[in-house]
């Protein structure tokens, strides 16, 4: 078993850093067989990084650019509609129990980072790392657009056609066509 995953893993490194065409194929080909579904014409860019591959889904066209983060492990979800883009070094960790849903026609800027759970920290006579964490569900409806080095947080949903400004920090539901921007984010404008 340890030798299979580690056999894996050089061939995921491999397959990561082949550069062109070629690269682009092998890593439809070989994310393919990892995600429990991937779609048509995805393009998988170098570096990418897949915990838990068997609970992330994309869609059909879904893009993914340089150094990107999919985490779906301990009993996470990941679920990508059609036509969806990551750009850049995009992290998004759905583990620990976590969900988090993105819909079609969605653009997501480079350095953006979503995560759905966070840690326990009532106790404070036990260290914040072994009090395990506490599960939450990102949704992001179709037609989004996510600036660059945005961060979006546990229990968010953010509505249809919605627009989020680079820099923003996501922590409370946003409203479908609407603008919404700052620390923490909020209303700017009505689209």
């Known amino acids: 078993m340890r030798l299979s995953h580690e056999l894996v893993s050089y061939a995921e490194h491999i ?3 082949a550069p062109g065409s070629v690269g682009y194929r092998l890593r439809r080909w070989f994310f393919g067989r ?3 579904r991937l ?3 995805a393009v998988i860019g170098m570096g990418l990084i897949a915990y838990g591959p068997h609970n992330i889904t994309a869609g059909a066209e879904f ?3 340089r150094l990107c983060t999919l985490a779906a492990c301990e009993d996470g979800a990941i679920e990508i509609g059609d036509r969806v883009s990551l750009n850049a070094n995009v992290y998004v ?3 620990n129990g976590g969900r988090i849903a993105i819909g079609s026609d969605v653009m997501i800027g480079p350095n953006t980072m979503m995560r759905t759970s966070d840690h326990e920290i009532e106790n404070v006579d036990i260290p914040v ?4 964490h506490r599960p939450a569900e990102i949704v992001l409806e179709n037609n989004v657009w ?3 080095n945005v961060c979006v947080l546990g229990g968010v949903r953010i509505g249809e056609g919605a627009v989020i400004a680079a820099g923003a920090v996501v922590t409370r539901d ?3 066509r609407t603008v919404a921007g700052g620390v923490p984010a909020r209303l700017i404008k009505r689209r």
């Open 129 to 132: 790392r072994e009090q395990g």
């Open 15 to 17: 397959v990561n850093w």
């Open 146 to 148: 996510i600036g660059a």
């Open 93 to 95: 960790n759905a583990c």
């Open 34 to 36: 990892r995600f429990r």
């Open 63 to 65: 893009s993914c650019w």
């Open 174 to 176: 946003v409203e479908p």
């Open 39 to 41: 779609g048509p014409n």
